[in-house]
Every structure is written in C-alpha cells, then in structure tokens.
C-alpha cells in the first residue's frame, strides 16, 4: 500500500488510537471530566491529523533523497521526535486555554503525553510498516529478502 492510501489508513488507525489514550489520560491528569477531555483530544487529534500529512510528506520526501534506504532505529527515532516536537508547539497553549491552565502547568501535562506518544508513534510506526511494508521512500533498491526490505532494521 502507497501513496495517499497508507496515509489515510495510518492516520485513522493512529488518531482513532490516540483519541482514546488522549482522553483517559487528560482525564486522569485534570479535574476535567473523561467528555471535557474528549473534546481536547478530538481537537488535538484534528491539529495532529493536519501536522501529520504535512510531517510524513516532507519526511517521506527527505527520506527518498537519502542514499541509506529502510528505517533504521535512527530515522524512526527521529521521526517520532519530530512529529511530537512540532505538536507541543501548537498543542501545549490548546491545553493551557482548554483546561483552565498556565502555559507552564499545560507543559508539564503535555509532557506525560508526549513521553506516551514517542513510545506510542514509534512502536506504531514499527507495527505499521510490518503489516502494510514500507513505503516506496523507504524501499530498497533490491526487492526481496526481508533484510533487504528493511524488515529487520
């Protein structure tokens, strides 16, 4: 599977994920009830569906430059790094305003998630790219072997 379709697949099975494991946790973190927290984080999910069709683009657009093909521990590394570092940005004033809170105490919070979500978009990603292949800007040049595929790496 490529191209927009492993997008739209991925980003469902990754926010439809999120949106629960977000909403317990805010929960759990807040005085907010579990539908106050819902409703941040279907509003985080849809800033995070955005940032993720632009992120994995110009991701998968880097990564077709590079002359080491597959996904090595690394690049999924800082993959996850770069994703979560772009949604703090946006995400940390959503949940200062959303939940009553300073921009300091809303850090803190988004923190917990953010440590949640390296572990979560990484392992995700893994598990993804295991049951759907890799995509075309991660293939090697010679199809075949699962070493080769970077099924290994």
Not at 41 to 53: C, H, K, R, Y
Not at 75 to 96: C, D, K, M, N, Q
């Amino acid at each position: 599977m490529q191209g927009f379709q492993r997008r739209v697949v991925y980003i469902s099975l990754y926010e439809g994920i999120a949106i629960v494991a977000a909403s317990a946790g805010l929960a759990l973190m807040t005085d907010a009830g579990l539908g106050h927290s819902g409703v941040l984080a279907v509003a985080a999910s849809v800033i995070a569906v955005i940032w993720n069709l632009v992120f994995n683009a110009l991701f998968e657009r880097w990564e077709s430059r590079q002359a080491v093909r597959g996904r090595s521990v690394r690049r999924r590394v800082a993959h996850a790094i770069g994703f979560e570092g772009g949604l703090i940005a946006v995400l940390v004033p959503l949940f200062a305003w959303g939940l009553g809170v300073t921009l300091w105490q809303a850090l803190v919070m988004d923190l917990g998630l953010v440590v949640f979500f390296l572990v979560y978009t990484f392992v995700f990603n893994w598990g993804f790219d295991r049951v759907f292949g890799l995509p075309a800007s991660a293939a090697p040049a010679k199809a075949g072997s699962a070493a080769a595929a970077g099924q290994g790496a």
